[in-house]
Each structure stands twice: as structure tokens, then as C-alpha cells.
């Protein structure tokens, strides 16, 4: 498989001046000390794309991603590194960039086109499918000035996709126009997809993501963290927001609450650990949507409690409960008796699609009155490896059943 | 304690499943593509394939101009025409009336030399703002970013081209006839100017980036430089007698030998009395051999210029989008 895009440890200074003196006048009374601050916008990056795959770049708002795919387009020109690029490109970074208000949608198209490399030929070839595509016939000798934002746009669109480039380079342009016609160009996507096209989108939505890349590379602070399948990648994203305190406002890793306030002043019972457990633990901090997952409470008894009851609640990253229960539903209530023992819930499956959780628990007399709690008192990290998103994995299966006779007469009937 | 259900358990193994891995199929019908580089240098070869690639780019750029700069006005280009006719009825009228210069058809001299002139600042004038004005696309859309210079060039050559027009009709009018068996060589002479104008033009767009004062910068050192060049004084005047050597640094100028030429082809070798018992041709009059010796050399100049531009320009493009 040969590479589509090689980015050879491509990396990009920025100098932000204080001031930015920009005529000869202020140079001059200004030379040799203009305070500026280097900013490292790309830290060596190097990543093949393989061409005919869909590849996304995820990070956050100034992680640089933006200035990767500049760079990719041969907007910006790395400081150090270079790109390679294999085939035409056609870069939507900004739908319409270049229109000229004063000339007619007609002049602009060739206009448009011809800026993004494309031949005249291929223009006139491409032509009536272009206009038909942004929907524009009506109006395709008006001149772009009295055009309507979303005509303006869908003309850039138009011009951008149908040209048929080996690559193309999106810039969170996708969401634009109606629903109906986001609709039409995700179809132009998956179209390009299908023929074999590359394709490099950047977007802060891994939901989008998710469900159109083969694999995302994802950039924080200019550096590439990972070049990964969606679900991983979008775990590894998911860390640098949390990092960025973006994210979990407590990410404490399972430490048993050591100042609960609630309790009264002698603790009958004392949580004093929670684990969590699920498979492949040692390689990798999360588990996958649908494994199993184990949490073990240890508590110490320091005074006999009859019909003591554990409670659950799994919360995601907003604070709200994903699931509660409590061991009473499950059974009774226990009757504990002084000394040390331990309480496990397992979960032969976590049907969480993706996200970081954290469990709270407490520990009630058969009262209801909270003896201790622990919050949180442990997290775990589910990775989704499929193209679902969502909150939860329904179980799911498809039936078809497909009427005997052709369904494209039937279905246009 | 058991768990809270069975059937939820089930459903992750079946959907790990459905990640397919990526299909790569090889697009029909497709030559290998060739690869491109984005790096902070580029060579100088392959930026000037790149720009004899983006060609037909040029064409629609100096197409939009045109249509741009005359849309809604009802005299369309001939706007463009006026500026230049009524300057030549302007200076026939002084320097003939008022001034008594004694050229004869002083308005043909005149216009031999303006056509260059109006050629050369028009390409400067628009090519310096070029870059910032059109700072939407450069910041967004990846091209050879030197055409939209190239392109002030090229819409000051159809400019040139009009006002041609213009000449042939006022020839005609007139009755007057140029040096016919000299024609070609105003080829020559507009081949000088063009590669002359686009080395300034791409050198100048790059600068006014960095330093946006040169935009008004340049209009001051044009309304010097035009007077540098003998288009409303005689040759003669220059170089006469003993200080010949002023005629020879005026030589230096580029756009000199290039005017001397329009004028010899048009104006041809017309002489007028500068003192009693004098007569002088108001053009040069260098021998045609000469006049090519020098066309050549400034053809050589200015295509080395013309790589010298594009190279200065390669260097500071790499942070137009950040300057703009």
C-alpha cells in the first residue's frame, strides 16, 4: 500500500510579535528589537496516510491540527520537515474562498476550480454536474454577489467535490447548508470512499469522525500522540481534553475517600479500598465496549451492622448517572460482623459505547443511614471499537426483507 | 450477588465485529499521480513547473480582472483608454502650444514612449497591492501564489494591447506610417518588457507583504523613474555633444532601450532644429544593430531578475499566511 500523503517530521514555528510593525517606516524605527514569542504550532510530526483511506485529525483548538493540514494543502510551508504529496488535491478549507462577488456563478466555477488546480477541461466536463449538485441552475449567470450564504457555499462545495481529486482535504466544511444537503454531501463522501479517493478531514467532533475515518491521528500541543484506529484514537483524544481539565473534573484514581463528611462521628463500617478490574489490565488502562468489568469494595466492620447494604452509581463525565443499583436488589441485605471483608460486583458485560466513568459507592445500615461513602471511588475507561455512537450498545441484529420486485421502480412510484 | 443482566453482555463481541477493515482499491483509468513536495525550500526549477502548470489559472485571472475592474460601468474599457488620451492631449497641447518644443507630431512621439510606460506602471501599481488584496485566497487555497503577479503583468500587456488599438487608429487618422521593415522588432521590444515588468511585479508583490508602505512607496518612485526616460524630451537632449556619457548611464534603465525602439519603429528618424543651424533627430539615433545589442542585454537582465524575484519571492512566501 503506498502512501498517499508521507508528512516527514514536519514541524512549524509561529512568531507572535506583541506589536506587529508592518510598514517600512516602523520597521526601520523599530529594527533589531521587536519582542516577539515562538510558538511551536507542529513538533516534528511524521505520519504516512495510506492512500484510499479516510483519515481523520483530532485534537484540541490549537493542538495544530489545522496547521497540518495547511501544510498537507501547501498553504503553510513547515519551518523544518517536509510533506509529500502523491496526486491532486483539493483542499476545502474555506467553501468559496476566491469567489469573485462582481462575476457571475458561471466565471466563478472556472474561476474556483482553476485555483484548486483543475484543468478547463475537466471543469467543462464537470460543469452541468456541478451546477446541478449545488442546485444553482436558476441562478448559475447571477452575479455571486446576490447570492445567499448558503447558495455561496453550496457552490463552493460543489465546485470542490466534483472535480474528482485523488485527495481531498476537509476542514470542518461538512456542516454546512441544510440537512438536506449535509446529507448529500456525506453521500459525495462515502462516494469518494467507495472509489478509492483519500480523504483527510480534520474536526473537533470524534462523532463525526468515528463514523467515516479508517484511522485518526491525534495532536495536542503540536506533537502527534497517535495514528490509530477510530476507537483508540478517540480514547487518546479523550485523555489530552482530560488532561487539559477539559473534561472529569475529578479524575482521582480510586482512592478510597479518605474525608467523607457524612458519616457519623464513629464509623460502624469503613470502605477502605475499591478496585476495578477487566481484562487485558496490564497493557492498556480501559477496557473495550463489552467486556467485563470487575469492582471489589474491601470494607472494615468496626461494629456489628445487620442488613448492610452497598450502593453503585456509575457516572459519566457530565456528572450524571449512567447506572445505580445497590446490593439489596439483588439480594438482602448482610448481616456484617466486626472485622475486615470485601464486596464484589461484577459486570459480565459494560454495554458503555465510550467515555471515561467513575463509580461512587456508600454503605448503608438497613435504615438507609450512610455509615460511609467513597465518591469517587474508583474510574474506569471504556474504548468503543466500533463505528456506533451513542451512549449505550443495544443489542442489536438487522433483518431485511426486500419486496420481490425491483425497488428503485417501487421506491420512486 | 449475580449480575444485573445476561442479554446486555452479548452485544460488544457482535459489534467489534463490524469494523471492517479499509478496502483500497486503485482508481481506474489513473496514471500514477506525481508526487509534490511542501517544504520551507523548494527548488527553483520546480516552482517554475509549477507555475507553467497553474497556466491556464493566469488566463482566468487576468479574465476576472478585466471583467472585474470594468463590470457596471457603462464605458467598459474604454475607461482604461481615456487615462492615456487625454494625458497625450494634455502634453500635445502644452508642449507644442506653450512650450513650442519643435518636435514634429510631437503626439506620436509622445505616445510611442507612454505605451511602455503605462504598460510598466500599470503591471507595478497593481502587483504591489496584488498579494494582500487578495490575502482570502492566499490564506486559504494553495496555488503558485506568484501568478496573481504574473497576472497584474498580464492584464497590463491587454492593456497595452487596447491602447495599441488606439495608436493604429490615431496613425491612421493622421496619415502617418510607422518604420514598416522595423516592425518585429517591437515584438522583441514588449517580449523585454513583459519578462522586465513580471520580475519587478513578483518581487515587489512578495515585499509589500512584509512591509506594506512599499505600495505607496512605489508610486513615488514611479513618478520618478517616468521622467527618467526620454518620452517627452528628445534624445538629444540627453546625449548631445560632450556629455554623451549621460546617454550611456541612462542606457542602464531597462526600460530605456525598450522606448527607443517604440519610438524608432513608430516615430522613426524625424529631426527638428534644436538651435540655429542644427538639426537633430529627436529619437536615437543608434544604429539598428545597436538598438538589438541592447534589447538582447536587457532580455538577459531581466530574465535573470526574473529568477532572482521568484527566488526572494519562494523565501518570504513561506510566511505570507501568517503575515496577512
Redesign the interface.
Known amino acids: 500500500?503506498t502512501a498517499a500523503i508521507e508528512i516527514q517530521g514536519v514541524s512549524k514555528r509561529?512568531?507572535l510579535y506583541h506589536e506587529k510593525y508592518?510598514?517600512?517606516?516602523e520597521?526601520v524605527l523599530h529594527a533589531g528589537h521587536v519582542p516577539y514569542e515562538e510558538f511551536k504550532a507542529l513538533d516534528s510530526v511524521t505520519a504516512d496516510i495510506?492512500?484510499?483511506?479516510?483519515v481523520g485529525i483530532l485534537g484540541r483548538n490549537g493542538s495544530g491540527k489545522s496547521t497540518l493540514l495547511?501544510?498537507?494543502?501547501?498553504?503553510?510551508?513547515?519551518?523544518?520537515?517536509?510533506?509529500?504529496?502523491?496526486?491532486?488535491?483539493a483542499?476545502m478549507?474555506?467553501l468559496g474562498?476566491?469567489f469573485?462577488p462582481?462575476?457571475s456563478g458561471r466565471?466563478n466555477v472556472?474561476?474556483n476550480g482553476?485555483?484548486?488546480?483543475f484543468?478547463?477541461k475537466e471543469i467543462d466536463r464537470k460543469f452541468d454536474e456541478i451546477v446541478a449538485f449545488a442546485e444553482l441552475e436558476a441562478f448559475i449567470d447571477n452575479q455571486v454577489k446576490y447570492y445567499s450564504s448558503g447558495m455561496y457555499v453550496r457552490l463552493g462545495f460543489a465546485v470542490a467535490v466534483s472535480v474528482e481529486p485523488?485527495i481531498l482535504l476537509v476542514d470542518e466544511v461538512l456542516a454546512v447548508g441544510d440537512e438536506r444537503f449535509q446529507e448529500k454531501c456525506m453521500d459525495r463522501v462515502r462516494r469518494f470512499q467507495e472509489?478509492?479517493?483519500t480523504i483527510v478531514v480534520v474536526s473537533h467532533s470524534p462523532e463525526m469522525m468515528r463514523q467515516i475515518c479508517?484511522?485518526i491521528l491525534v495532536l495536542d500541543h503540536g506533537k502527534l500522540l497517535t495514528q490509530a484506529?477510530p476507537?483508540e484514537a478517540i480514547r487518546t483524544f479523550r485523555e489530552t481534553l482530560i488532561d487539559a481539565g477539559l473534561l472529569a473534573p475529578d479524575t482521582g484514581e480510586a482512592a478510597p475517600a479518605t474525608e467523607a463528611p457524612v458519616p457519623p462521628p464513629r464509623r460502624r463500617i469503613e470502605i477502605t479500598g475499591a478496585t476495578v478490574e477487566h481484562p487485558g489490565m496490564g497493557e492498556r488502562p480501559y477496557l473495550?465496549?463489552?467486556?467485563?468489568l470487575t469492582l471489589r469494595i474491601d470494607y472494615r466492620v468496626h461494629e456489628a451492622t445487620p442488613g448492610a447494604v452497598f450502593s453503585i452509581a456509575v457516572l459519566n463525565v457530565m456528572d450524571s448517572i449512567v447506572f445505580a443499583?445497590r446490593?439489596a436488589q439483588?439480594?438482602e441485605g448482610v448481616d456484617l460482623g466486626p472485622g475486615a471483608g470485601s464486596?464484589?460486583?461484577?459486570?459480565?458485560?459494560?454495554?458503555l459505547l465510550d467515555g471515561a466513568f467513575k463509580i461512587n459507592l456508600d454503605v448503608r445500615d438497613g435504615s438507609g443511614t450512610v455509615l460511609d461513602l467513597a465518591e469517587p471511588a474508583a474510574t474506569f475507561e471504556v474504548m468503543n471499537?466500533?463505528?456506533?455512537t451513542g451512549v449505550v450498545?443495544?443489542?442489536?441484529r438487522v433483518e431485511v426483507e426486500a419486496p420481490s420486485e425491483g425497488y428503485l421502480s417501487a421506491g420512486r412510484a | 450477588m449475580s449480575t444485573l443482566s445476561e442479554a446486555e453482555a452479548t452485544s460488544a463481541g457482535d459489534l467489534a465485529a463490524e469494523q471492517e477493515p479499509a478496502v483500497v482499491r486503485a482508481l481506474p483509468g489513473r496514471r500514477e499521480p506525481a508526487a509534490r513536495v511542501v517544504a520551507a525550500r523548494v527548488s527553483l526549477r520546480v516552482r517554475l513547473v509549477e507555475l507553467w502548470r497553474a497556466r491556464e489559472l493566469f488566463v482566468f485571472l487576468v479574465r476576472k480582472d478585466l471583467k472585474v475592474r470594468y463590470k457596471g460601468s457603462v464605458l467598459g474599457i474604454a475607461w482604461s483608454l481615456l487615462n492615456p488620451a487625454v494625458m497625450l492631449l494634455v502634453y500635445d497641447i502644452v508642449f507644442t502650444r506653450f512650450l513650442k518644443a519643435g518636435f514634429p507630431d510631437f503626439a506620436l512621439y509622445l505616445f510611442s514612449g507612454l505605451i511602455v510606460w503605462n504598460m510598466f506602471q500599470t503591471a507595478l501599481t497593481g502587483s504591489s497591492s496584488v498579494i494582500v488584496a487578495n490575502a482570502g485566497i492566499v490564506k486559504k487555497v494553495s496555488f503558485p501564489r506568484e501568478i496573481l503577479a504574473l497576472s497584474q503583468v498580464g492584464t497590463a500587456t491587454m492593456f497595452f494591447f487596447f491602447q495599441a488599438v488606439v495608436l493604429v487608429i490615431f496613425l491612421a487618422g493622421f496619415q502617418l506610417a510607422p518604420v514598416w521593415h522595423l516592425l518585429p522588432m517591437l515584438a522583441f521590444a514588449l517580449l523585454d518588457l513583459i519578462v522586465f515588468s513580471a520580475a519587478l511585479a513578483v518581487f515587489l508583490s512578495a515585499v509589500t507583504v512584509y512591509l506594506r508602505d512599499v505600495e505607496h512607496l512605489i508610486l513615488v518612485l514611479l513618478l520618478a523613474w517616468q521622467w527618467g526616460i526620454p518620452m517627452i524630451y528628445s534624445w538629444n537632449q540627453v546625449s548631445a555633444g560632450d556629455h554623451h556619457w549621460i546617454g550611456d548611464l541612462f542606457l542602464i534603465d531597462p526600460l530605456v532601450p525598450i522606448v527607443l525602439t517604440f519610438q524608432r519603429v513608430l516615430y522613426g528618424l524625424r529631426t527638428y532644429t534644436p538651435a540655429p543651424n542644427v538639426v537633430a533627430t529627436v529619437t536615437s539615433n543608434y544604429p539598428i544593430t545597436f538598438l538589438l545589442e541592447l534589447l538582447v542585454a536587457v532580455l538577459v537582465v531581466s530574465i535573470v531578475l526574473f529568477l532572482i524575484a521568484m527566488t526572494i519571492f519562494g523565501r518570504l512566501e513561506g510566511n505570507f499566511a501568517e503575515e496577512l
Open positions: 500500500m509561529f512568531r508592518t510598514t517600512l517606516k520597521r495510506p492512500s484510499g483511506q479516510t495547511k501544510c498537507i494543502a501547501g498553504i503553510l510551508q513547515p519551518t523544518t520537515g517536509q510533506v509529500v504529496v502523491r496526486g491532486q488535491v483542499a478549507l474555506e474562498a476566491g469573485q462582481e462575476l466565471d472556472y474561476l482553476s485555483l484548486l488546480g484543468s478547463r485523488d472509489e478509492g479517493r479508517d484511522q484506529p476507537g473495550k465496549t463489552g467486556e467485563a443499583s446490593s439483588l439480594g464486596v464484589t460486583f461484577v459486570f459480565d458485560g459494560v454495554p471499537p466500533t463505528r456506533a450498545a443495544l443489542p442489536m
